[in-house]
């Protein structure tokens, strides 16, 4: 599957003409994958969601076992509470909200935000171990504000990291930088810089979020060209390649560590 920004962006736009945060905890859409018997997940393990907050609304806290991180697409002047820590949250950004962390989000900015949620709570389905609870006051109290957090990778950060990575000597891989989230052991999050590579195919499901530049991917027989804001599902055992038309930083959201963790992981380059 894939799933073009732009198109999102108008749904959403529609919708924080209807929908209120207050109301309804997050205005979000799901990528929900059209595979047999799916009514919720991207790939099996995940579930991704495209979010907007308009100028001036904050989202009620809230916490569940699931954990959860955000690819920040378009913000400017707005920021999470997690655990009662303030953290701006800005495009490029990478924001984790460990399960049971309480998490609720603000914006002080002029335009409405997006950004892409990433979740495992389709593993949690799977295992049953869901909790979920509303905050007590709705809204968490600021104990404390802070640039830098456990909780945000800057994009500055991440493009740091980056330019001082190597791509695989045999082609098979772009530069790419794995961000560490020991806390959330079910989800791999790693960013690269995409020209052109090989064919690869593992037990992971993957899900690529172009943050930069524009280009195409082939997923089995399947090409879907891409474009900054969209996002690309390559599900388990599946040969992909990228090929990209300028120069693309794709985020990849996978259950790889989970694969691997039960020693599931396999990988081929073709
Ligand atoms: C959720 O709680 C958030 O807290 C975002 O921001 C996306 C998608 C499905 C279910 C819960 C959030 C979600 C979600």
Redesign the pocket.
């Known amino acids: 599957m894939h799933w073009g920004y732009q198109q999102v962006k108008d749904a959403l736009a529609s919708a924080g003409t209807l929908i209120d945060v207050a109301l309804a905890?997050?205005r979000?859409l799901?990528l929900r994958n059209p595979f047999p018997n799916n009514n919720f997940a991207t790939v099996k393990t995940l579930?991704c969601?495209y979010?907007m907050i308009l100028p001036g609304e904050v989202?009620p806290s809230?916490r569940?076992s699931?954990h959860?991180m955000?690819v920040i697409l378009d913000a400017k002047g707005s920021y999470s509470i997690v655990d009662g820590e303030k953290t701006p949250i800005e495009s490029g950004d990478i924001v984790l909200?460990p399960g049971w962390h309480w998490?609720?989000?603000g914006h002080e900015g002029a335009e409405p935000a997006y950004w892409l949620?990433g979740?495992d709570?389709p593993s949690v389905h799977l295992m049953e171990p869901m909790f979920f609870e509303e905050h007590p006051k709705k809204y968490e109290k600021i104990t404390s504000v802070a640039a830098a957090s456990r909780f945000r990778f800057s994009r500055d950060s991440i493009l740091t990291e980056l330019d001082k990575a190597k791509g695989d000597p045999a082609g098979a891989h772009a530069p790419r930088v794995t961000l560490e989230a020991p806390d959330m052991p079910t989800m791999g999050l790693s960013w690269s810089l995409e020209i052109k590579h090989g064919g690869h195919r593992s037990t992971a499901n993957r899900i690529f979020v172009v943050v930069e530049g524009a280009g195409q991917t082939k997923v089995g027989k399947e090409t879907f060209a891409w474009r900054r804001g969209d996002t690309v599902v390559v599900p388990t055992w599946t040969d992909f390649s990228h090929r990209a038309t300028s120069d693309s930083l794709l985020f990849c959201l996978s259950d790889e560590p989970l694969m691997r963790a039960f020693k599931y992981y396999r990988s081929e380059y073709l």
């Open positions: 905890e997050r979000n799901i579930v969601a979010q989202a809230h569940h699931a959860a955000r909200t998490h609720g989000h949620d979740l709570i």
